[in-house]
């Protein structure tokens, strides 16, 4: 027993070395409903919750850290360890792995990819250790608890909006996230029921797997081969960015539209109020929501197995105001 105490003070200590992380604590949360939190669980001083993020190369994971950081730091009893998988799946895998091995308290995790992910995760359910799965969902419903924003709710949202300011017809260029995880699919397959019934055409779709960059790309060669182009939907707000800059570079951008989902504040809501953007959708990061979930679980308290997010749109007639709500 002594050998394995030293093994994890010893790999924490390595990891809050390398990782540069924090000590943070407990908060004070109504009972949420049915699902177990994770069993009896003692009292301790110090709590350890390993997170495991996809990647830091979007600006919206980085707020999402962020904001699980300003929440767990105002609790002392809380111990918070960042793993960054830099967009690798297997390097995620085995981030997992190492958190079970460390005996962490709980995990939070935003996969990358469903798939891939749904057994290393289900491993570290039955080691008794509590996940709650932050964004992008898994398959099955081996987890505590999922949190995010519905996105198929979103992109139909999208879709409408579009139809609407469109009259019901034009040429529109999809900038997909990565289309193996479940928020590209569920972007895509929400717009097309938003635009459904309409004479909107989608004349260029791609995986740009979140990046700005590739979205830049992409649209170069949507615009070396469509002389129309009436809006862009991207499915975050750095794919419509990228996307206006290639439109702008070849003197194009007052020709379309640009409509993005994320709406960061210091992001896709500034693009909006500098007329870079036309429109962009709300998807809450589930930060806070995760570390006042945690706490819940870490205390024996019940959990819903599933936490929905709400969103809002931000354009140019409302932004002022603070966007509205999607109902």
Not at 18 to 47: D, H, L, Q, R, W
Not at 193 to 215: H, N, R
Request: hydrophobic share 40%; glycine share 10%; proline share 5%.
């Amino acid at each position: 027993m002594r050998h394995q105490n030293h093994r994890l003070v010893s790999f924490f200590a390595i990891e809050l070395l390398s990782a540069g992380m924090f000590v943070t604590g407990c908060n004070k949360s109504e009972p949420n409903a049915p699902t177990s939190g994770g069993g009896e669980k003692k009292a301790k001083s110090i709590y350890t919750i390993g997170m495991s993020q996809c990647n830091l190369g979007e600006p919206w994971r980085v707020e999402m850290n962020a904001q699980i950081k300003a929440a767990a730091d105002k609790h002392p009893n809380l111990r918070v360890i960042f793993k960054d998988a830099q967009n690798d799946t297997l390097k995620q895998r085995a981030h997992v792995e190492e958190f079970v091995s460390a005996g962490v308290d709980l995990l939070i995790i935003s996969p990358k990819e469903a798939q891939p992910l749904t057994e290393p995760v289900a491993k570290v359910i039955e080691a008794h250790i509590p996940v709650i799965v932050l964004d992008r969902s898994l398959l099955g419903d081996k987890f505590t608890c999922f949190i995010g924003a519905d996105n198929k709710k979103i992109g139909r949202a999208a879709g409408e909006w579009i139809a609407k300011k469109l009259g019901g017809k034009g040429k529109v260029v999809e900038l997909k996230g990565l289309m193996t995880s479940t928020p590209g699919g569920d972007r895509n397959r929400g717009f097309r029921d938003g635009i459904a019934g309409t004479s909107i055409e989608v004349i260029f779709e791609a995986d740009m797997k979140w990046l700005e960059p590739d979205a830049r790309k992409e649209m170069e060669s949507a615009l070396s081969r469509f002389p129309k182009i009436d809006c862009v939907y991207a499915h975050n707000d750095p794919g419509a960015h990228g996307a206006y800059l290639a439109a702008q570079a070849a003197g194009r951008q007052k020709e379309m539209m640009f409509v993005g989902i994320d709406a960061l504040p210091h992001e896709g809501v500034a693009y909006v109020k500098q007329g870079i953007l036309d429109a962009t959708f709300q998807y809450p990061t589930g930060g806070t929501e995760a570390i006042d979930t945690a706490l819940k679980i870490l205390n024996g308290e019940p959990v819903l197995k599933e936490i929905v997010l709400g969103s809002r749109v931000f354009d140019k007639e409302n932004v002022a105001a603070g966007g509205r709500e999607l109902k």
